[in-house]
Every structure is written in structure tokens, then in C-alpha cells.
């Protein structure tokens, strides 16, 4: 894993899920926080924006994958 992520808040509201993450992209040695929403299985963000992200992709996809799996985990 090229990054470090870490989930600082996250809340329910209905079908949503509304995340705080801080990411560390060790590729791009920069340290990003930001809200993301999962909506169903979608994942909604800047962040994660394969245009938008200011991400590596691996990184990003990183991001994406270990988010998943952590509220598949806990859903």
C-alpha cells in the first residue's frame, strides 16, 4: 500500500454514509483530509475522483479498496 489512510469520523444518515478521512500519500508525500459519502455501494468524493483526485491513482484506488472493505466490515 502506497498510503496511509485512517477513517477520523464517519456517521449514517439513511442509506448514506458520510466518512472523514485523512490520507497520506506516500508517493506524493502529502497528507489529505477531506469528506467522502458512500451512497449503496458508490463512493462520492474529490478525493477519489479518478479526474479530481489529487491522489497517485495507486493510491486512490488504495483509498478506494481499503474503504469498502472497512464498511463491509463493520455494515
Same mark, same amino acid.
Given at each position: 500500500?502506497? $498510503?496511509?489512510?485512517?477513517?477520523? !469520523?464517519?456517521? %449514517? *444518515? /439513511?442509506?448514506?454514509?458520510?466518512?472523514?478521512?485523512?490520507? &497520506? !500519500?506516500? *508517493?506524493?508525500?502529502? =497528507?489529505? *483530509? %477531506?469528506?467522502? =459519502?458512500? +451512497? /449503496? !455501494? +458508490?463512493?462520492? /468524493? !474529490? +478525493?477519489?475522483?479518478?479526474k479530481k483526485s489529487p491522489l497517485s %491513482? %495507486? $493510491? =486512490? +484506488?488504495?483509498?478506494?479498496? &481499503?474503504?469498502?472493505? &472497512?464498511?463491509?466490515?463493520? /455494515?
Open positions: 500500500m502506497k $498510503c496511509q489512510i485512517t477513517v477520523t !469520523d464517519f456517521t %449514517e *444518515q /439513511g442509506t448514506a454514509i458520510y466518512i472523514k478521512i485523512e490520507v &497520506y !500519500d506516500h *508517493q506524493k508525500k502529502h =497528507r489529505h *483530509q %477531506e469528506e467522502l =459519502r458512500f +451512497l /449503496g !455501494d +458508490l463512493l462520492y /468524493g !474529490d +478525493l477519489v475522483h479518478p %491513482e %495507486e $493510491c =486512490r +484506488l488504495d483509498t478506494i479498496a &481499503y474503504l469498502k472493505q &472497512y464498511f463491509k466490515s463493520i /455494515g
